[in-house]
C-alpha cells in the first residue's frame, strides 16, 4: 500500500542509517562555513583557471615577462621531462625544487600565483604553493592539475607543439552529458 503525503502532513522520519560513524562526528555551521570558505582561498579547479585565462588577452600567456599580467602567474611545477610532455599554454615552467631560488627573479614580488603539479594523486603543488606563501605570495593549488586540465579537453602545449584530447566523459557533465545525452564537444566545464 502506498500512503500519500499531502501539504498538511509531515515528512515521513527518514531510515535508519547504515553508517552512523559518517557523521558521528561533524562539524557545526560555523565551523563548516570556516572550513569551506577557507578552502575557496587556497584552491581553484581547471574550469576556474581556464577561464580567468580565457578573459585575458588569447594567446598571450600567464608570463610576466611577455608583458602580459591576467592577474596572476600561473606556475607549472613538475620536472623538465613533465614540462616538455605537456603544460598549461602561458604556465611558467618552475620546478619545486627550484622555486626558493629562482622565483624571486622570475615571478614579481607579491604577484598571485597559481601552481599545479600532474594530478590529484600527487602533492607537489602543495608543497610548491607552501614555497610560494613563505616567499609573500597569495597562491593557489590549482586542483586536478595537469591531469585533469587535459580530461577536461583543454588545449596544452608540449615539446612538439600544441594538443588537445576530447574531453574524458567520465568529467564532462555539461548539460548536454546529462541524462543520456551526447557528451558536449570540445573543453568542458562542470557548471558547479
Known amino acids: 500500500m502506498t500512503e500519500t503525503i499531502t501539504a498538511t502532513q509531515p515528512a515521513p522520519a527518514p531510515a535508519p542509517s547504515r553508517a552512523p560513524e559518517l557523521f558521528a562526528h561533524v562539524a557545526d555551521r560555523d565551523a563548516a562555513i570556516a572550513h569551506f570558505r577557507g578552502r575557496l582561498g587556497f584552491e581553484a579547479d581547471v574550469s576556474d583557471v581556464a577561464a580567468a585565462l580565457a578573459g585575458a588577452d588569447p594567446g598571450a600567456g600567464s608570463d610576466p615577462d611577455a608583458g602580459f599580467n591576467p592577474g596572476f602567474v600561473l606556475v607549472d611545477t613538475r620536472s623538465d621531462a613533465s614540462w616538455a610532455q605537456?603544460?598549461?599554454?602561458?604556465?611558467?615552467?618552475?620546478?619545486?625544487?627550484?622555486?626558493?631560488?629562482?622565483?624571486?627573479?622570475?615571478?614579481?614580488?607579491?604577484?598571485?600565483?597559481?601552481?599545479?603539479?600532474?594530478?590529484?594523486?600527487?602533492?607537489?603543488?602543495?608543497?610548491?604553493?607552501?614555497?610560494?606563501?613563505?616567499?609573500?605570495?597569495?597562491?593557489?593549488?590549482m586542483l586536478g592539475g595537469f591531469e585533469y586540465w587535459v580530461r577536461e579537453g583543454f588545449a596544452y602545449d608540449t615539446a612538439d607543439g600544441p594538443a588537445q584530447l576530447a574531453a574524458d566523459p567520465l568529467t564532462n557533465v555539461a548539460e548536454a552529458g546529462l541524462g543520456g545525452g551526447a557528451v558536449a564537444d570540445g573543453a568542458i566545464n562542470c557548471a558547479c
Open 86 to 141: 605537456g603544460h598549461v599554454p602561458g604556465a611558467v615552467h618552475l620546478p619545486g625544487r627550484r622555486i626558493a631560488a629562482e622565483a624571486s627573479s622570475r615571478i614579481p614580488a607579491g604577484m598571485p600565483v597559481v601552481v599545479y603539479c600532474w594530478g590529484p594523486g600527487c602533492n607537489g603543488a602543495t608543497r610548491a604553493a607552501l614555497e610560494f606563501a613563505m616567499l609573500g605570495h597569495p597562491v593557489k593549488e
